[in-house]
Structure formats: structure tokens, C-alpha cells
């Protein structure tokens, strides 16, 4: 039920009479008001201020502010801007102030003197209109509880729901999170059980090919065809039985995270030349003809020069495969389509084989998957080369493409970025740099071997076993490796082309930075005397077992468990030298650095038990190189040994960083080696 409230009139006269005889003809007639009365407009504005007024009687003629003044304030106040004003006035003047009085906001005017009945009248005609406004505010707020009410009740239901399907969305996602873990370590089991079961295989794989490639030499010297044909047969399905293994290991090196890119700069025809020269028995396996097209200037690229002929390899394989009596075409060429610094090699292979269907072209790049299973009984194959072709494109930043029409032959093509970006390689690689990633490996294994199934296999081999391997095709790329890596070992096959093995040796043991690095020779002959004689450390025949490596590897592997290593930083070859001899004549390991900066780049590998430290080097000096190691590893004690006059603000820098500071000319060498052995018998090798 609604609530009637009390009407409040304001009447505004300044006499006294006409106050009071309104007043009575208002409460004499009318019910429920309450009258309120003001002598002038500023008394009739301070009730207004106080109090709720719902009907204004004012008078136009009244002494300081008359009721037009009056009006104009009451509607300028949002408060009071919608009370109805009603006009008093004489009637001599009605004519003049009813237009004035309706600008000013009045809603009605009555003269002077009053008539009774219609003044009554009028009060009862506003307050039936304020009655029902104050009604429809009444409903219409009863209207507004109910639907907030409503609404409160909706949300409170709402806030529910959320919270029970939040916790079916957490529990949804906590069980996703378990079935993506078991799925992780489910592919992760998968990816090491294929790396374990590759690795096996080819071990003894291994065996079987260099055996057979003895035997073939040795039934070629003795004129016995028969068997030189047969062994040949079984020393080409040894190799094409280990290319499928290594097509596994690569799918699971890719999955696993760990296959890396490592690019080189090259002159692409002259690679491409190189490929076919390989894929050409292939080719004319089948009775096909391949014909070469070269488009622009293809010179140089940038990227990794392996797996570009990886991706050669494969495609033109597949298309010899399944394309016989017919027509191969490769078009390589270079062209601009992104913005990219050396544009793009575009590669496209075209074969008139059997084609694909649309169905099989969706399963094309899927792995362990063929076009179908009368497919796979013809053509064999893990079917794994397309899969892992179009990876290798993805990491070096390619795209490739495919278009087939079953029955009449098959379209590749792929892009390649000419330039891969080092912001690229490092997001690829997951690692700041191969020489980076190398150096934080427990043992550091130089392989150079000239030919690339035996890189291959013992990059592999020796990864498996935890160390970092680096491989080099040559003598000359061998040797910067070697001043790049400083390996703890390098695999030297002695018979490497473009350099001779025993050279390359040579000038490992003449560089003074070099030649404390232990060297294996590999070779098919025996050659222990004439290694000896150069200096290396032990020497393997091929083919040999895998634990034989293992073992020499173990034997001379510079891992932390045994390090006994101080590192030498100093310029000076003669110094170099002298604190070598020095320190392994006391049964200490020597890494020797030129700078400060060779130094910091290897010290994390080597984990010296103590340093010593020249101060005027080029490329970095001790003075620089000190504040940086503190840094990153406070624990390591370092000795300044200088020839240089220091200043007394210098020295007390160096005492800052080091444990004490030698001056070269304060010895002669016999006081020297006396003074070090002393320095160097209180140091520990740091704990692993």
C-alpha cells in the first residue's frame, strides 16, 4: 500500500493580512497541508534551504527582491527547479506581469484580491497532480526494490555458476595439465627409446660396413670378383640400413629439442654440383633423366650447409623413387618475396611419377607415414625423409610446398632465407651460440674427418655419451675450430683431405696455445710410431669398437671430477711456456689464454682451481678482465703476475680483486719457479 505524506505550502507576502487570510482559506478547506510563511523573497529562500516545499504561492510586488528575482534563484537551484510557482499580484497590474511571470518559470497567476473558490480550486488541482507524481515515484521505486531484488537474486545464482563451472574448468585443466605431462614424457620415452635403439644398432652397423669395406679391398687385390660383388652388396645395405637409422635419430634429435643448426657461409652451385654428383647413381637407378636448371646468380648463402643438403638429398631420393623410365627437373633459383637481407633460394623439383592424391598429400609430412600400405611393401622406406625435410626447412626459416596429381608426377617447392639472422639462430637453437652451448659441456671433443658418414657417427656416438662434440670436414677448418673451442680432445683421421693429417698435428703441437691438447689419431694403418713421434696422445684403428673409444675418451677426458687445472692469461709465449713447465711438473693441468677475454669464454668449461694473470694483454687486460670474473665467480683465487710499474691506487684495485700481486722483475727464474710452487701448494682444485 502507498504512503501519503503531508504537502508543505510556501506562501511569500510582504503583509501581514494577505500571509494571514491565505493561511486560513488554506487550512479551513484543505486537509493534510502544512502552511509555511514568508514577509520576503530572502526568508522564503532560507525555508527552502530547510525545508521540502511541494506548491509556491509568491507575490510579484514585495520591497529588496520582488517575486521575479525571487523565481529566477528558486529555478536556478536543481532542488527546487521543478516546484510550482504560483503568481500573486493586484489586478490593475495583471496584464503587465502574467507574460513577464511565465518567463521567469510560474506555472500559474492569481490577482488581488483572492478569490476564494478559485484559489481552492487551484490548490486542489496541484495537489491531485503532486499526489499522483508522488504515487508514480512511490511505484515506480517499489518497481526498482523488486528487479533489484531480482537482479540480486539473478547475480547471486550467476556468482554460483561461475564458481561451480570455475572449478570444472580447473579441474579440466588440471587433468589437461596431467594428460599433457604423461604425453611429454610418453613422447619424451619415445624419442629416447628411438635415440637408444639407433644408437645400438648402428654400433655394430658400424662394424659390418668397415669390415666390408676391408674385405672388399682385400678380395679387389686378390682378383676374387665373386666375392668383391657380393661383399659390395652388403656393404651397400649396410649404409642404406644406417642412413634409415639415421633418419630415426633426426626425427628424434628434432622432437627432443636437441637438433641444432649450425651455418656456414658457401657458394650454393658449387654444393648443388656436389649433391648431384652423389644423387646421381639414384637417379639412373630407375632409367630417369635429370635436368638441372639454374636461374640468376645464385652465389653465396649463409645457413647451415648440412641440412641444405639434407633437403636436396631427400627430395630428389623421393622423386627417383617413385618415378621410373621418367623426367626429374630441379630449377634452382634466387629471388626476392619477403623482406629478408639476402633474399631467397627457391628450389622446385618436378617429377613425372605416380603422383599423389589429395588424401595422401594431407598424410605427406606426417612421420612413419607413406601414401599407403601397397606403397611402403613397393617402395620401402621408414618414411621419415619428407617429415624430416620439411623440419629442417621450418628451423633454417623455410617453407616448403607441395602440388601432385595422381598418375602424372609431383611438384616440390621449397624457400629458403639466403641469410639466417643470428636473432634467428638463437631462437632455433634455444642457445646464444654453438660455441656457447659447447663450452658449457663437461668435456669438449674435436672430430675432423673428411668424410661425412664418419662425422656423423661419431657426433652422435659421442653425444649420446654426454660429451659436446664440434666436427670439421678438413685440416684448416680443424685448426680454428681448435683455437676457437680449445677442445679437451680432438679425433684426428689422419688421412684428411685438402691438409695431411700429420701437418695438421704439426701445427697443433707448434701453437703454443694448442699444444697441450690431446690428439687421437684414427686411421685404417698403423701409425703409433709415427705419432710418437709427432706428439700425439694414442691413436685408434679403424674400424674399431665404440668402447675402445669410450675408454681412451674416459682416459684423457678433462671432466671436473678429476681437474687439477690452473689457467695461465698472459700474452707472452715465453711466460706461457715457462708457468706450464712449471705447473705440470707439479702434477697440474695448464689451460693457457692470450687474453682476458679468452679466458672468460672458456673459464666456465675448465673450472680452474687457480688463475694467473697478466695485466697488459690486448683485447682485454687484467684490469678489465677482474671486476667481470668477481662477478660471476667470486671463489676463484687469482694471482697478478706483471712486469708493469703499478701505481699505489692501482695496486690497492688489484688487491680488491685478487689474493696477491707478483712482479716479474722481482725474480729471476729460478726464485720464480720456487715462489709459484709455493704460491700453487695451498690451492685446492675446486669441488665439483
Not at 314 to 338: C, D, H, P, Y
Not at 592 to 601: F, H, I, M, S, T
Request: with cysteine; net charge negative; charged share 25%.
Amino acid at each position: 500500500m502507498l504512503e501519503t505524506e503531508q504537502v508543505n505550502i510556501l506562501i511569500v507576502d510582504d503583509n501581514k493580512n494577505n500571509l494571514f487570510t491565505l493561511h486560513t482559506l488554506i487550512t479551513e478547506h484543505i486537509n493534510d497541508v502544512n502552511v509555511l510563511e514568508a514577509e520576503s523573497g530572502i526568508v522564503a529562500l532560507q525555508i527552502l534551504l530547510q525545508e521540502k516545499v511541494d506548491l509556491i504561492f509568491l507575490d510579484v510586488q514585495m520591497p529588496e527582491m520582488d517575486g521575479f528575482e525571487t523565481a529566477r534563484l528558486i529555478r536556478s537551484r536543481k532542488k527546487t527547479l521543478h516546484i510550482p510557482i504560483i503568481f500573486l499580484t493586484a489586478a490593475y497590474k495583471s496584464e503587465e506581469f502574467r507574460q513577464k511571470g511565465f518567463d521567469v518559470g510560474g506555472a500559474d497567476y492569481l490577482t488581488k484580491p483572492i478569490d476564494a473558490p478559485q484559489l481552492i480550486s487551484r490548490i486542489r488541482s496541484y495537489l491531485r497532480f503532486i499526489q499522483q507524481e508522488r504515487q508514480y515515484h512511490q511505484e515506480l521505486e517499489r518497481k526498482v526494490k523488486e528487479r533489484t531484488a531480482e537482479l540480486e537474486q539473478i547475480r547471486s545464482e550467476l556468482e554460483k555458476r561461475v564458481s561451480e563451472r570455475t572449478t570444472e574448468l580447473h579441474e579440466a585443466k588440471t587433468a589437461a595439465e596431467q594428460a599433457r605431462i604423461i604425453a611429454e614424457t610418453a613422447n619424451q620415452s619415445k624419442s629416447q627409446f628411438l635415440a637408444n635403439m639407433s644408437h645400438e644398432l648402428r654400433t655394430p652397423l658400424n662394424a659390418i660396413i668397415g669390415f666390408s669395406e676391408m674385405l672388399i679391398e682385400e678380395a679387389e687385390e686378390q682378383a676374387i670378383e665373386n666375392f668383391a660383388a657380393d661383399l659390395k652388396k652388403i656393404h651397400a645395405s649396410g649404409k642404406h640400413l644406417l642412413g634409415l637409422i639415421n633418419d630415426i635419430l633426426d626425427l628424434s634429435k628434432i622432437e627432443a629439442g636437441r637438433m641444432q643448426l649450425c651455418v656456414e657461409t658457401f657458394d650454393v652451385k658449387t654444393v648443388i654440383r656436389e649433391i648431384l654428383h652423389t644423387i646421381q647413381p639414384i637417379i639412373e637407378k630407375e632409367n630417369n633423366i635429370l635436368k638441372i636448371h639454374f636461374h640468376n646468380q645464385l652465389g653465396e648463402i649463409h645457413t647451415d650447409l648440412t641440412k641444405f643438403r639434407q633437403i636436396f638429398l631427400n627430395l630428389l631420393s623421393n622423386a627417383a623413387k617413385f618415378t621410373q623410365n621418367g623426367l626429374i627437373q630441379l630449377n634452382v633459383g634466387r629471388r626476392l618475396i619477403e623482406k629478408n637481407e639476402g633474399g631467397w633460394v627457391e628450389i622446385c623439383i618436378i617429377d613425372n611419377g605416380i603422383g599423389m592424391t589429395a588424401e595422401q598429400q594431407i598424410r605427406l609430412f606426417q612421420p612413419f607415414t607413406q601414401a599407403d600400405a601397397s606403397t611402403t611393401r613397393k617402395y620401402g622406406g621408414t618414411g621419415l625423409g619428407l617429415t624430416i625435410t620439411k623440419k629442417f626447412v621450418e628451423m633454417m626459416g623455410g617453407k616448403i610446398f607441395v602440388s601432385s596429381e595422381f598418375g602424372h608426377g609431383s611438384i616440390f617447392t621449397v624457400f629458403l632465407p639466403a641469410y639466417i639472422s643470428d636473432a634467428h639462430l638463437i631462437a632455433t637453437t634455444n642457445s646464444p651460440t654453438e660455441t656457447q652451448d659447447l663450452l658449457r659441456a663437461e668435456g669438449v671433443v674435436l672430430v675432423v674427418d673428411d668424410d661425412p658418414l664418419t662425422r656423423h657417427v661419431l657426433q652422435d656416438d659421442l653425444s649420446e655419451l654426454g660429451y659436446a662434440v664440434a666436427v670439421a670436414k678438413s685440416g684448416t677448418e680443424g685448426i680454428a675450430m681448435a683455437k676457437k673451442l680449445r677442445p679437451d680432445v680432438i679425433l684426428l683421421d689422419i688421412k684428411t683431405s685438402k691438409m695431411e693429417g700429420w701437418q695438421v698435428v704439426s701445427e697443433l703441437k707448434s701453437n703454443s696455445l694448442l699444444s697441450d691438447i690431446h690428439v687421437i689419431i684414427i686411421s685404417v694403418d698403423e701409425q703409433q710410431q709415427t705419432g710418437s713421434a709427432f706428439g700425439v696422445t694414442d691413436y685408434l684403428m679403424k674400424p674399431f669398437k665404440q668402447n675402445q673409444l669410450t675408454h681412451l675418451l674416459r682416459k684423457y677426458k678433462l671432466d671436473t671430477e678429476t681437474n687439477k687445472l690452473i689457467m695461465v692469461v698472459d700474452d707472452d709465449e715465453f711466460t706461457l711456456n715457462l708457468m706450464a713447465g712449471i705447473l705440470k711438473d707439479d702434477g697440474w693441468r695448464v689451460f693457457k689464454a692470450e687474453n682476458g677475454r679468452v679466458a672468460l669464454d672458456h673459464i666456465e668449461e675448465k673450472n680452474p682451481a687457480l688463475i694467473f694473470l697478466d695485466l697488459n694483454m690486448p683485447v682485454m687486460d687484467g684490469f678489465t678482465f677482474l671486476p667481470i670474473l668477481r662477478e660471476k665467480y667470486p671463489k676463484i683465487p687469482v694471482i697478478v703476475l706483471t712486469a708493469s710499474h703499478l701505481t699505489a691506487d692501482e695496486q690497492a684495485y688489484l688487491h680488491q680483486y685478487s689474493q696477491s700481486v707478483m712482479f716479474k722483475s722481482a725474480y729471476n727464474r729460478t726464485t720464480l719457479i720456487e715462489h709459484l710452487r709455493g704460491l700453487i701448494s695451498d690451492v685446492t682444485p675446486p669441488p665439483t
